[in-house]
């Protein structure tokens, strides 16, 4: 029990995670530990990043692709798929 949960309920209080907390909590238990989102959240939060930018909205207008810092644009798998054209099942 922590300290601040000790005074708390000696005043008749509750002590709750805030919503940002309840979350890190989460995660924390999906990966494994805190230890293990801080040792990915560098490169995950790199890569989470580049997504979403104002340059991708305007490079894509139809959302056919994002443009991902150091690689490059890349299409998405539906632009790949609208721009092959019709395709016929194998008989």
Do not use: C, W
Request: aromatic share 6%; glycine share 10%.
């Amino acid at each position: 029990m922590s300290r601040v949960t000790e005074i708390a309920e000696r005043s008749v209080y509750a002590v709750q995670p805030s919503h940002a907390g309840r979350q890190a909590i989460l995660t924390a238990r999906l990966f494994g530990s805190r230890e293990a989102v801080r040792a990915l959240s560098g490169t995950l939060r790199q890569a989470l990043q580049s997504f979403g930018k104002k340059s991708n909205r305007e490079a894509f207008p139809n959302q056919d692709g994002l443009e991902l810092g150091d690689i490059g644009d890349v299409l998405t798998f539906g632009h790949l798929l609208r721009s092959s054209g019709p395709t016929t099942p194998p008989s």
